[in-house]
């Protein structure tokens, strides 16, 4: 059995994702910075590549990048975060992302299938 689940999220600059109910859920940054509003937090936070941090409450959360960059969300289930609001946020945040990156990538596939098929 896993004992925790990831989803790797593209960060852009300008273009926040949206978390809520992640309290418990570790935010690893994969490359890049990636710039992370916790709601009620003072102050916002620079996550640089390499470093985590686990959501501190079931807030409103605010990722993106500065400049370019990946974000791991991981689910903990060893946390008993798996059978929680939050797990059960971040399962739907996570089918939303496939969801999202499989219709993106059938998309780019027509698009490029089209251009392959029409005269220059």
Known sequence: MLS???????????RPVRLCNGAGVRLQCMEGIAWITF????EDLMLHAGHAVVVPND???????????????VLERGRG???SRAGHAVQAFMLRLQGLSSR???????????RRALPD
């Open 59 to 73: 807030g409103l959360v605010l990722m993106e990048a500065v400049g370019s960059g990946r974000l791991r969300i």
């Open 81 to 83: 975060i798996a059978t």
């Open 39 to 42: 709601h009620g937090e003072a």
């Open 104 to 114: 993106l990538a059938i998309r780019l596939s027509i698009r490029f299938s089209l």
């Open 4 to 14: 925790s689940a990831h989803v790797d999220c593209e960060l852009e600059e300008n």
